[in-house]
Structures are given as C-alpha cells and as structure tokens.
C-alpha cells in the first residue's frame, strides 16, 4: 500500500518521463514564450545603442567599402547633388573592386532614397534586422533538431555573443548571409524530416540566395546538404531523388548565373579570384595555430570546447546535417587559408554552427533538471531567471563597450583634411581603412601608401622590393604625404626617418601630419 509521498513521486516520476519523450520545454508554455520574447527584445535594444556612431567600431575598411559604393549609386540617381561631389562618389563607387553582387548596398540605397539622404544609420539598421531574422531561424531550426530548450541555449548564444553582437551591426553582407544560412538550415531540417516539395523549394531558395550574396556560403549550404545525404539517406537513395537535385539547382543557379555574366560576358570579375588562394599555407603550424587564435577572439576557447561537446552529444538521427556544418566550415578555412588566419570576421559563420552545435547541451541539462528536481513553477522561475540574468550581464558588458568610444568627431578631421588638400591633389597617404575614410568624410583622393601587412601579402604573392623602390613608385608625382594611421606611422619607422629627414611639414592637425614631397 503506498502513502501519500509515495503517490506523489510516482505522479513526479510519470510527469518526468511524459516530459522527456514528448519533447517538451522544462518550463511551462507561457513562462516559455515570455523568456523568447524577452531573449528577442533584449537581442534587439542592445544593437541599438549608440546607433548614429560612425561605423568605425568594427572592420571599418570593410564596411567603409560598402558605404563608398552605396553613395555612389545612391548619387547617381541624385541630379539635386553638387556635380563635383557627385561625380567623385561615382568614380569612388566604380573603381572599388567587385566579386559578390552588391545586394545590401543596392537596398541600402532603397533606404537612402526613402529618408532623403545617405545616412549610415541605415545600412546598420538592415544587419541588425537580417541577424534577428537569422536569430528566428536558429530558434526554429534548433526546435526542430533538438528540443525547446535547446533552442533557448541557442538562440542566447547566438543573439549575445560579443563579438556577434558588433559584427550584426556592420555594414557588410555577411548578416543577410549568415540568416540566409540559418534560414537554409531551418528549411532542409524540415526537408530532411517531412521530404515535401515545399520544403525542398524553400531551403534551395535560401541556399542559393545565400551563396549569392556571399559566395563562401557554399561551405555551409552543401555541407549541411551532403551531411543529409551521407549521413541519412544514403548516396544511392539521394541519387534517385528529384527533390536533392532541385535544392541543389536552385542553391546553385543564382551564383552560376552571376558569375557567367561576370567573367564570360563582362569581364568585370576575371581578375577578383587572384592573390586569394595559398595552398602552401596548409603545410604550416602556425597557419592553424593563427586559425585557432581568431576563432578565440570570436568565440572563445570555452565556447570552442563546448561547440565541440555538443556535436558530439548531439541526437544521432539529427547529427549528421551538423558534421556536415562542421566540416563544410573546415574546408572554408582551407581554402581561404590567408584570409582565414588575418581576418577574424571570416569566422563569423562558425558562430552559427557553434549556437546550434551547443543545441544538445542545453537539451541535456534541462532533462537533468526534471530528473534531479522537477519542473515546478519556482523551479522553473529559479533557471530562467538565471538564463536572463547571463543575458543581460553580458548585455550591460557590451553596451558599455559600444559607448565607450565616439568616432562622431573624426568626420570633422577628415572633412577638414579634405579641405586642406583637395584643391593640391596628388596625396600619398598612410592612412586607416586605405584611405576609405579619408574618401568618404574627406572627400578627397588618395594614393594609398602600403602598411606592413601589405607588405607582407605582396612578398607572399612574390613582389618583393626594397624601401627606396617602394617609395619611388609609390610617390612619383605626388606632391604630399599625408599621415592619419599613428599606430602604423610609428611601426614603419625607415618611413618615418626618411620623411623627417628630406621633406618639410606642410601642415599638422590633430591625428594627422602633412609631408610637402615638392621640395
């Protein structure tokens, strides 16, 4: 005959298994939706703050690239715009390098023309919008792999990771990519499961705009795809099976299209793929040990660790699609080995791959809660309470880092830089971002003296030279030599003798100094 107690553990005990195998959250349905609509907003306020700062605070070269091309186009259509400064940011705009199709500046200009002017809170606007979505996907796709509250780990992870948090609100594809990429996850998981044409269009759709937006979303399209394959279905069986090959065509023809036109038809992008690939790399130690310190700086040794970790946790109907991430990611970074080694946002990816890889864990610990203590309401409010608060610290932690510097008043150097020597022309100049800032807020043109990593990308490319040959064909026919970068200013120290010693000072300002080559 069993007692109250033990009527009551058995009830617990049946709740416990009833839970575990239907899959359901740890708390209840509306404490659930509650903790996924705050993840969301506080997601959201965070990449608002300090929005009209100037986008300097996070690969500025890159995003000022992006920013010169869309006010070109933006001044194009723009009659009412001075002539002089809109035929500079048209020729400013056409000889800036092309490889993937300008996508975000072109919907950044729809937003220009609506507001009136080429305001760069817009562009910042649009990432934080294409990495909430993504943030969307995650949570859905995640759901579907794993469990709910899987998908709470994941999506926390996703939408408050430092590093994730600056580059959503960077004026550069890889946001409209990377939620692309978790749209196309979302979709060929729910393909995998339910093997419907809708789900079949749908993820080939998302994969193919990914891959032309950015072409190195391939990686992760067709190693999430051939993880399916080999992992579930089989060669033989994908082989027979029409729905692969239209997610596969319809991934593929966009970007197949674009660059025909490109290479064959124009010829604009038959010069974009070279200086890109160093194969020798992949013999060197410190090629991965560099890997490993930019994925650091990214993610973080201990979110590495238990990326890793919950790969191998992870459901083993389920895990396939991820190894195929995993891998799809490794053969990216083999073959952009130098980029991959010196640019840290070239892993902004694997912050996808990692927040789902990290799925299992949170699915996991959420069964280890029922077991050990159930899921009472005080319970519940006990470990989502502990949830919000990690989000939140790390929401005040960012927040301060992102009001900790305002870039607003070098506008004001460079404009005036601008002014001091646009009527002098023939500018050489060590300068931040080659010379885009100079370009953007100072209108002015400039030949670009190279740093030490430029130096050293061109002895890796073979063109060696000496400092006198580097000046000599770097200032013939300049008349000045302008100085903005300190930092390198005081690296490049034969520069800095060589300047002091021959050339007089044409004008100093504050972060900037003028060298007069004409005498």
Same mark, same amino acid.
């Given at each position: 005959?069993?007692?109250?107690?033990?009527?009551?553990?058995?009830?617990?005990?049946?709740?416990?298994?009833?839970?575990?195998?239907?899959?359901?959250?740890?708390?209840?349905?509306?404490?659930?939706?509650?903790?996924?609509?705050?993840?969301?907003?506080?997601?959201?306020?965070?990449?608002?703050?300090?929005?009209?700062?100037?986008?300097?605070?996070?690969?500025?070269?890159?995003?000022?690239?992006?920013?010169?091309?869309?006010?070109?186009?933006?001044?194009?259509?723009?009659?009412?715009?001075?002539?002089?400064?809109?035929?500079?940011?048209?020729?400013?705009?056409?000889?800036?390098?092309?490889?993937?199709?300008?996508?975000?500046?072109?919907?950044?200009?729809?937003?220009?023309?609506?507001?009136?002017?080429?305001?760069? $809170?817009?562009?910042?606007?649009?990432?934080?919008?294409?990495?909430?979505?993504?943030?969307?996907?995650?949570?859905?796709?995640?759901?579907?792999?794993?469990?709910?509250?899987?998908?709470?780990?994941?999506?926390?992870?996703?939408?408050?990771?430092?590093?994730?948090?600056?580059?959503?609100?960077?004026?550069?594809?890889?946001?409209?990519?990377?939620?692309?990429?978790?749209?196309?996850?979302?979709?060929?998981?729910?393909?995998?499961?339910?093997?419907?044409?809708?789900?079949?269009?749908?993820?080939?759709?998302?994969?193919?705009?990914?891959?032309?937006?950015?072409?190195?979303?391939?990686?992760?399209?067709?190693?999430?795809?051939?993880?399916?394959?080999?992992?579930?279905?089989?060669?033989?069986?994908?082989?027979?099976?029409?729905?692969?090959?239209?997610?596969?065509? *319809?991934?593929?023809?966009?970007?197949?299209?674009?660059?025909?036109?490109?290479?064959?038809?124009?010829?604009?992008?038959?010069?974009?793929?070279?200086?890109?690939?160093?194969?020798?790399?992949?013999?060197?130690?410190?090629?991965?040990?560099?890997?490993?310190?930019?994925?650091?700086?990214?993610?973080?040794?201990?979110?590495?660790?238990?990326?890793?970790?919950?790969?191998?946790?992870?459901?083993?109907?389920?895990?396939?699609?991820?190894?195929?991430?995993?891998?799809?990611?490794?053969?990216?970074?083999?073959?952009?080995?130098?980029?991959?080694?010196?640019?840290?946002?070239?892993?902004?990816?694997?912050?996808?791959?990692?927040?789902?890889?990290?799925?299992?864990?949170?699915?996991?610990?959420?069964?280890?809660?029922?077991?050990?203590?159930?899921?009472?309401?005080?319970?519940? *409010?006990?470990?989502?309470?502990?949830?919000?608060?990690?989000?939140?610290?790390?929401?005040?932690?960012?927040?301060?880092? *992102? =009001?900790?510097?305002?870039?607003?008043?070098?506008?004001?150097?460079?404009?005036?830089?601008?002014?001091?020597? =646009?009527?002098?022309?023939?500018?050489?100049?060590?300068?931040?971002?080659?010379?885009?800032?100079?370009?953007?807020?100072?209108?002015?043109?400039?030949?670009?003296?190279?740093? *030490?990593?430029?130096?050293?990308?061109?002895?890796?490319?073979?063109?060696?030279?000496?400092?006198?040959? $580097?000046?000599?064909?770097?200032?013939?026919?300049?008349?000045?030599?302008? $100085?903005?970068?300190?930092?390198?200013?005081?690296?490049?120290?034969?520069?800095?003798?060589?300047?002091?010693?021959?050339?007089?000072?044409?004008?100093?300002?504050?972060?900037?100094?003028?060298?007069?080559?004409?005498?």
């Amino acid at each position: 005959m069993c007692d109250a107690f033990t009527l009551i553990g058995c009830k617990e005990s049946c709740n416990r298994k009833t839970l575990m195998k239907n899959n359901n959250s740890f708390f209840s349905n509306k404490l659930y939706i509650l903790i996924v609509l705050f993840i969301f907003a506080l997601g959201l306020g965070i990449r608002l703050v300090n929005l009209t700062n100037l986008p300097l605070d996070f690969h500025p070269t890159r995003q000022l690239f992006s920013a010169l091309k869309a006010r070109g186009m933006y001044y194009q259509l723009s009659p009412e715009i001075n002539n002089w400064q809109r035929e500079m940011a048209i020729s400013q705009w056409k000889t800036l390098a092309t490889i993937e199709p300008p996508i975000v500046e072109k919907l950044t200009v729809l937003g220009y023309r609506v507001a009136g002017r080429a305001d760069l $809170v817009i562009p910042r606007v649009y990432s934080i919008l294409f990495w909430m979505f993504g943030g969307i996907f995650v949570f859905l796709a995640v759901r579907r792999l794993i469990s709910p509250d899987g998908a709470l780990l994941s999506l926390a992870f996703y939408l408050f990771l430092p590093y994730g948090v600056f580059a959503s609100r960077s004026f550069q594809p890889d946001p409209l990519m990377i939620a692309l990429i978790a749209g196309f996850i979302w979709a060929v998981s729910a393909w995998d499961e339910e093997q419907t044409w809708g789900w079949a269009i749908l993820a080939g759709l998302f994969g193919g705009l990914a891959i032309l937006v950015k072409t190195v979303a391939v990686f992760f399209v067709a190693g999430g795809a051939l993880g399916i394959v080999f992992g579930g279905m089989g060669l033989r069986k994908a082989w027979k099976n029409i729905q692969i090959w239209s997610i596969a065509l *319809l991934s593929i023809m966009p970007t197949a299209i674009y660059f025909f036109y490109g290479v064959v038809m124009s010829g604009d992008l038959a010069q974009q793929f070279s200086g890109r690939f160093f194969p020798e790399m992949l013999l060197s130690p410190f090629f991965y040990l560099r890997w490993e310190l930019k994925l650091n700086e990214v993610i973080g040794h201990l979110s590495i660790v238990l990326s890793f970790l919950g790969l191998l946790l992870f459901r083993q109907k389920k895990q396939s699609l991820i190894i195929g991430l995993w891998l799809g990611y490794i053969v990216y970074g083999m073959v952009f080995a130098y980029h991959f080694s010196t640019h840290d946002y070239y892993q902004l990816p694997f912050i996808l791959v990692a927040a789902i890889s990290l799925a299992s864990l949170g699915d996991i610990f959420s069964k280890i809660f029922v077991e050990r203590w159930g899921n009472s309401l005080s319970r519940q *409010l006990v470990v989502g309470g502990l949830l919000l608060f990690a989000v939140v610290a790390t929401s005040w932690s960012v927040r301060a880092e *992102l =009001r900790a510097v305002d870039f607003r008043p070098q506008a004001d150097t460079y404009a005036e830089i601008g002014n001091l020597l =646009r009527p002098e022309g023939g500018v050489i100049s060590l300068s931040d971002d080659y010379g885009y800032r100079l370009a953007y807020w100072g209108w002015l043109r400039t030949m670009h003296w190279p740093s *030490l990593g430029d130096l050293g990308y061109q002895q890796k490319r073979g063109k060696s030279q000496t400092f006198a040959q $580097v000046f000599e064909s770097n200032t013939n026919g300049r008349s000045f030599f302008l $100085v903005t970068d300190m930092a390198e200013w005081e690296l490049q120290t034969e520069l800095q003798a060589h300047l002091v010693e021959r050339y007089p000072l044409f004008a100093e300002g504050d972060g900037y100094l003028v060298f007069d080559l004409r005498q």
